[in-house]
Nanobody
């Protein structure tokens, strides 16, 4: 299963980005999906996750109230809406199909 993230970029503090996770030629619908991030020199950390049918979500404390994970199984897509971004949100964001597949990541940079 190939996962492809998109939507990263450079944004000012307080701005928003929406990340997308797609799987060309496959399906995400059978998997719980997580978004992880890794800042330079730091360990990869979980940001948010969503169950396979989208009924359950969970967030890291650091992003609660600012980030929203969602999925559209009809379109075979998972999203991460990121609002009120902070410089400490900077990192490479990865999509993960629990617990087997990882994407290549998309860079998010938040300037102060």
């Amino acid at each position: 299963l190939q996962l492809v993230e998109s939507g990263g970029g450079l944004v000012q503090s307080g701005g928003s980005l929406r990340l997308s996770c797609a799987t060309p030629g496959g399906t995400l619908n059978d998997y719980a999906i997580g978004w992880f991030r890794q800042a330079p020199g730091k360990k990869r950390e979980g940001v948010a996750c969503i169950s396979d049918k989208g009924r359950f979500t969970n967030y890291a404390d650091s992003v609660k109230g600012r980030f929203t994970i969602s999925r559209d199984n009809a379109k075979n897509m998972v999203y991460l809406q990121m609002n009120s971004l902070k410089p400490e949100d900077t990192g490479v964001y990865y999509c993960h199909a629990w617990s087997r597949y990882w994407g290549q990541g998309t860079q998010v940079t938040v300037s102060s």
